[in-house]
């Protein structure tokens, strides 16, 4: 799995990862952030989630671009220092104001910007490290690597934002509930009914801080300080860019060989193949196509930010019971992931001391799940944002797994290329819908809800299991369709093309607002049920042109 990669991987891996940490914790809580702070609706505030997200994978486009021309390390530094302004400044506590909404926005622009300059450039050098004969075969199980990297940083990011949320609440005398910032708002815009009038009194008269307040103190409050909560938990991304930033530079010699655009290999004569124009041609319309296929995937795996997170608040329950209970606790997810890389490590190891240590390591990790099991609570309280924990998860998890299926299909020849994966990929997604659709059916539609949460709660097995099934789907087609690019791209066009896959991303997530949309529109199983039909139509698309696609790579 390891074995035989150049170090250079490592060193961008890591980097990439604190960045993706910070990023990862900003979106867990931002569009609870913005509904708690402004009292948004589902529609507006999954408009502003989907524009946002866009735009961070629009503009790597531009940035691919202008790195062809000056350098993708030169932009990388630059994107670290823009964002870092951009999280400073969302981690600034605004009051409800036009000034507050003009910093907010303004904070989300300068990330998408530097994300623009960093993400997709950074990913053109690890391709670059595998240019090399030596190490051409090992591109995909690279990008498989680099991604699971990725990902160890997202699985923390939403329970660093929880505990920071948690901590500066309590200070206060005040806990969360999902309910509270939306019946506060239509207290204070005298919408509220009796029914909701009388709930929200309760929930204050639960709490400390509210001790003296009338309902309209306690409303301001509340929305006050979980607004400066959720700062606080921004504030966050700016100490995991730093880290970032140190790892980059400190390894900048493992990897600056791959510092190199189309410009400047030819001003250093260095050898870089050659494409005839209709080869060229060729290959960038395969790109498009792909490109094509995955802005339909994004538009539904990126719910999990936007209807996944309305639905984790308002139809699933709060309370963890059983078995459950064990995928909230981040340290029994921690040992569960480096339990499967040991496992893997003891059947791999070549000696019998080495496969010793590493079943004993293996067994006492598992022993540490087993205790830190028992020591939890039989009810464990959940907020909608630890629900984003599973996805990374999964993808630790799992990229070993995945590495050792395709490992074994490829030293039998039967490996399936980088466009099949992307098709299967589309299935599998259709497949994670299925479950949710299943479980949403007999709920109350949203429309009928009022802006509260339903008194019938599912079970979060409902979640867990689609972001499980949803999980496959991704590693088959993200780290796969990214391998793609970097092998398929014409040299002088890497920077721009890599620019390409981000933007149909992003046209992916700017129609993640559609369900958005319509969700006070359609019964909640018609939300999922027009996902899976996206997903179906895609993957008959990409089926139908596999040929052409798999042509474009020879």
Request: charged share 10%; with cysteine.
């Amino acid at each position: 799995m390891f074995k035989n990669q150049p170090k250079g991987l490592y060193a961008l891996a890591l980097a990439n990862t604190g960045e993706r940490f910070s990023y990862y914790t900003m979106l867990a809580i931002f569009l609870l952030f913005i509904q708690a702070k402004f009292g948004f609706s589902a529609a507006v505030a999954t408009q502003i989630y989907s524009i946002f997200l866009a735009a961070v994978y629009f503009l790597p486009l531009f940035g691919g671009i202008l790195a062809d021309r000056i350098g993708y390390g030169k932009c990388v530094t630059l994107g670290i220092g823009v964002m870092f302004v951009g999280y400073l400044c969302l981690a600034i506590p605004t009051g409800v104001d036009m000034m507050g909404k003009i910093t907010m926005f303004g904070a989300l622009a300068l990330i998408a910007v530097g994300t623009g300059l960093f993400k997709g450039n950074l990913q053109v050098m690890v391709g670059n490290l595998y240019d090399k004969p030596e190490y051409s075969h090992l591109r995909d199980s690279a990008f498989s690597l680099f991604y699971m990297a990725i990902n160890i940083g997202a699985m923390f990011a939403p329970s660093m934002a929880k505990y920071v949320t948690n901590t500066f609440l309590s200070k206060s005398g005040l806990f969360y509930d999902a309910n509270i910032p939306s019946l506060a708002h239509q207290y204070l815009d005298n919408t509220i009914t009796v029914e909701n009038t009388d709930k929200l009194a309760s929930l204050a008269g639960q709490m400390s801080g509210a001790s003296g307040l009338d309902l309209e103190a306690f409303s301001q409050l509340y929305i006050e300080k979980l607004s400066t909560a959720y700062n606080y938990g921004f504030a966050v991304a700016c100490i995991s860019l730093v880290l970032s930033v140190i790892i980059y530079y400190s390894c900048r010699s493992w990897f600056k060989h791959a510092d190199v655009n189309s410009v400047q290999a030819k001003a250093a004569h260095a050898a870089e193949p050659e494409l005839t124009p209709a080869q060229t041609k060729s290959r960038i319309t395969a790109l498009l196509l792909v490109f094509a296929v995955v802005i339909f995937f994004w538009m539904s795996f990126h719910q999990n930010g936007a209807t996944m997170t309305i639905f984790a608040r308002d139809y699933t329950s709060s309370i963890a019971q059983g078995f459950t209970r064990i995928g909230f606790n981040i340290w029994n997810l921690v040992l569960i992931a480096v339990s499967v890389y040991t496992l893997f490590g003891a059947f791999q190891a070549k000696t019998a001391r080495n496969k010793t240590i590493l079943g004993v390591i293996t067994l006492a990790l598992w022993g540490g799940v087993v205790a830190l099991y028992n020591m939890m609570p039989a009810d464990v309280t959940i907020q909608p944002s630890d629900f984003q924990q599973f996805n990374p998860f999964f993808v630790v998890a799992l990229t070993p797994v995945s590495l050792a299926i395709f490992g074994a299909l490829a030293s039998r020849g039967k490996e399936p290329s980088a466009p099949r994966k992307i098709g299967l990929g589309m299935l599998v997604a259709a497949c994670g819908f299925l479950i949710l659709t299943v479980g949403s059916l007999g709920l109350p539609s949203p429309s009928e809800l009022g802006g509260t949460r339903s008194d019938v709660l599912v079970s979060p097995d409902w979640l867990i299991s689609t972001y499980l099934v949803l999980t496959f789907a991704e590693l088959l087609l993200s780290p796969m369709g990214i391998s793609f690019v970097s092998k398929v791209a014409p040299p002088k066009y890497k920077g721009a093309m890599m620019g390409c896959w981000f933007a149909a991303v992003a046209f992916g997530n700017y129609l993640v607002s559609i369900p958005g949309l319509l969700w006070d529109k359609l019964p909640l199983w018609g939300i999922w049920l027009l996902l899976i039909s996206l997903c179906l139509l895609s993957a008959l698309f990409i089926f139908s042109i596999m040929k052409k696609l798999e042509s474009a790579t020879k």
